[in-house]
């Protein structure tokens, strides 16, 4: 099929990437990597007025370490991310879960900024996000916004950016040294977006540990599995805790059933996968 007739507009500046959304009225959307939205316009379940197409802003892209954080312009390709030595090193949790991003010509051309602006629940970057508690930057008429991830995403494919805003930047503390993590998902297919997925990174300092759970694919939006991690936070990382913590993280996610898999098939997948995703975790820590 054919996408509807739009204008294209290619600004050269976030200032008139944002004005330009701003004269559509919520009637533009932006052209990132293009790996949802051009299916999209084919199918014609999206019929904009205009394409503002981002891929000549060069503010856009690129990764940089500031103040303990690892910042993304949102136009970083995925497969950018996934080579990058400063992830591999200060996030790894990303890097695992970039290679679970569809395959090489999607990571090649898709970015973390249009991930997350799309918000599929079933994606790894929005997991990686609420996992690691990063932050977006939106950027509009009115000035810049910060948004957590519980800010930002609102249900499927939704999120709370105005129609005159631009998600700029993502910004993700960096993992500490000694860090164990993992990324857990079950598809049908290598590629496929995940019928469940599970992010986890844990560390200790002064004898305490911390623990980060998330999942992609169980709920319209990601869960942050806060009491599952309270478990190994108070016990400890022995197999009595690690299984406790799975059955509670299966009972804190609210799934539905579709045509992939049943709400009860999902719940089960989160206590197979949180466990498997947190003892992988426990054994890479130094």
Partial sequence: MKPPRF????????DEAVALLARYGGDAKPLAGGQSLVPLLNFRLARPAALIDLNRIPALAGIREVDGRV?????????????SPVVTRRLPLLAEATRWVGHLPIRSRGTIGGSLAHADPSAEYPAVLTALDGTVV???QQGERVLTATELFETYLTTSLGP???????????????????????ARRHG?????????????????????????????????LRE????????GVGDKAVVAAAARAAELVQP?????ASADYRRNLT???TERALRKAIGRTA
């Avoid at 910042?71 to 080579?83: D, L, S, Y």
């Avoid at 631009?166 to 993992?182: D, F, I, K, M, Y």
């Avoid at 599952?228 to 016990?235: K, M, P, S, V």
């Avoid at 539905?256 to 992939?260: M, P």
């Fill in 7 to 14: 204008e294209y507009h290619a600004p050269r500046s976030v």
């Fill in 71 to 83: 910042v993304f312009g949102a136009m970083t390709r995925q497969r950018t991310v996934e080579f």
């Fill in 138 to 140: 939106a950027r509009g």
């Fill in 164 to 186: 005159d805003e631009l998600l700029t930047e993502v910004r993700l503390p960096a993992t500490p040294s000694g860090a164990g993590w993992a990324f857990e998902e079950f």
């Fill in 192 to 224: 496929d977006f995940a019928i469940v997925g599970i992010a986890a990174a844990l560390w200790r300092d002064a004898g305490r540990w911390t623990v980060r759970l998330a999942t992609a694919g169980a709920g319209p939006v990601p869960v942050r």
């Fill in 228 to 235: 599952a991690e309270g478990i190994i936070e108070r016990d």
């Fill in 256 to 260: 539905d059933s579709d045509l992939h």
């Fill in 271 to 273: 206590r197979v996968l």
